[in-house]
């Protein structure tokens, strides 16, 4: 298994622009998370689904941020418009519904708003 | 969710164990204590998980305390490439899904 693939790794933009940031869980997970991390506020959950639904968003940071997952093997974090404050490292994780919480995370993106 | 306290920052020397604690006294007691890695730039790794007994697999070791009020977490030959921050997390077991990371402990492996 390729494990959770996120693109793209590095991405940078200029404030006000609209950036997108996309997904491919592991086969066969029913849950997907979206996390953010910074040097101040660490490691911080987004959003998670389930079976494509989304679940809890009460960590989106605001409504400049808006997660889609359209069918079991993708879904997308869009920002916009983004801003500086918007740089970190977001991370896309799935886990298996059954059996333990496990969440195996992908490589990220870095994402660097000028 | 329950909350943790960890070491800042750990050190280590190579071949020998590594035993990173963490303390949680308000853990309920259906709550799970869960152990991940972060290597620099990846994204985080689970270790291991345990609610009560004592835990081992090909990783780590993981130690909770009778009262379940601590746990440690033992790397027992730590390598070079153990060198992470280490998340301690509690959290519910199979239908609750929020893991809340914390600052975690740096844990530096030293030749």
């Known amino acids: 298994d390729a494990g959770v693939i996120q693109s793209p790794r590095h991405e940078v933009t200029e404030m006000g622009q609209e950036v997108t940031l996309r997904c491919k869980p592991i086969?066969?997970?029913?849950?997907l998370f979206w996390y953010r991390q910074t040097m101040m506020r660490g490691l911080e959950l987004l959003i998670y689904f389930n079976n494509n639904v989304p679940i809890d968003d009460s960590g989106m940071p605001e409504d400049r941020f808006s997660a889609k997952m359209p069918n079991a093997s993708f879904s997308t974090l869009k920002i916009q418009p983004s801003e500086p404050r918007d740089s970190a490292v977001y991370f896309c994780?799935?886990?298996?519904?059954?059996?333990?919480?496990?969440?195996?995370f992908g490589p990220g993106t870095r994402l660097t708003v000028l | 969710d329950a909350k943790t306290t960890q070491p800042t920052s750990m050190d280590c020397a190579e071949g020998r164990a590594a035993n990173l604690p963490c303390n949680h006294s308000t853990i309920s007691g259906n709550e799970y204590v869960y152990w991940y890695r972060q290597i620099h730039s990846q994204g985080p790794q689970y270790i291991i998980h345990?609610?009560?007994n004592n835990e081992t697999n090909e990783m780590a070791s993981l130690i909770i305390t009778e009262d379940r009020k601590s746990s440690t977490l033992i790397l027992p030959h730590a390598t070079l490439r153990d060198t992470a921050v280490y998340y301690c997390i509690v959290g519910y077991g199979q239908g609750a899904q929020k893991l809340v990371f914390g600052q975690g402990t740096r844990l530096t492996i030293n030749p």
């Open positions: 086969s066969g997970h029913d849950y």
């Open positions: 345990g609610l009560k």
């Open positions: 994780a799935s886990s298996v519904k059954l059996g333990t919480d496990t969440q195996y």
